[in-house]
């Protein structure tokens, strides 16, 4: 199975910020790669796929990039409803993988 | 538009079964993959697994964690997805999501919980 691994487990940062978040996957996926965004309580929302398209209806402040084995996603301008935790998924090979998270909170 | 709705959740004794249901609307069904994940609560996302679509004879592919006791299924006639889970374990606790496989996963629905516990 492909191991998809997520960096920072957590990250604190204030409204106005930009952060990036870094996903590596354990061999190469091509471009294979989403990027989900999930409140509690609330189910997943798809942000970005192929590693770098945007889903409709998300705001361009998201952004993803990479190949192979390395992604990122970043936010820009954070907002109060940004604040959440994101996942990695590849979809490369079956099994489908997903990295374990990383919450984003408010400083 | 898309719109993804489970339903058949509830609580099982370990060893027992259960069939949760996913009624689907606002796209051609027979078009799309659509997959099953899962979130143990507290817990990171799991792919379970999914059903093709009619090009691709809605075959199936599984997680090696459920292969043999889950079976993904579609009705076509009622736009619906099923997954009949056979044999469940503690470890089968979660948020069970139906999933459109498109772009990735691009549509979820609200989730159904399953509590397996005696």
């Known amino acids: 199975d492909i191991q998809m691994t997520q960096s920072p487990s957590s990250l604190s940062a204030s409204v106005g910020d930009r952060v990036t978040i870094t996903c590596r996957a354990s061999?190469?996926?091509?471009?294979?790669l989403a990027w989900f965004q999930q409140k509690p309580g609330k189910a997943p929302k798809s942000l970005i796929y192929?590693?770098?398209s945007l889903q409709s209806g998300v705001p361009s402040k998201f952004s993803g990039g990479g190949s192979g084995t390395e992604f990122t996603l970043t936010i820009s301008s954070l907002q109060p409803e940004d604040f959440a935790t994101y996942y990695c998924q590849q979809y490369d090979n079956y099994p489908y993988t997903f990295g374990q998270g990383t919450k984003l909170e408010i400083k | 538009e898309v719109q993804l709705v489970e339903s058949g959740g509830g609580l099982v004794q370990p060893g027992g079964s259960l069939r949760l249901s996913c009624a689907a609307s606002g796209f051609t069904f027979s078009d799309y993959f659509m997959d099953w994940v899962r979130q143990a609560p507290g817990k990171g996302l799991e792919w379970v697994g999914r059903s093709a679509n009619k090009r691709k004879s809605y075959a199936t592919e599984y997680a090696a964690s459920v292969r043999g006791r889950f079976t993904v299924s579609r009705d076509t006639s009622k736009n619906s997805l099923y997954l009949q889970m056979n044999s469940l374990k503690t470890e089968d606790t979660a948020i069970y999501y139906c999933v459109r496989g498109f772009n990735s996963f691009d549509s979820w629905g609200q989730g159904t919980l399953v509590t397996v516990s005696a």
């Open positions: 061999q190469g996926i091509s471009r294979a």
């Open positions: 192929d590693a770098s």
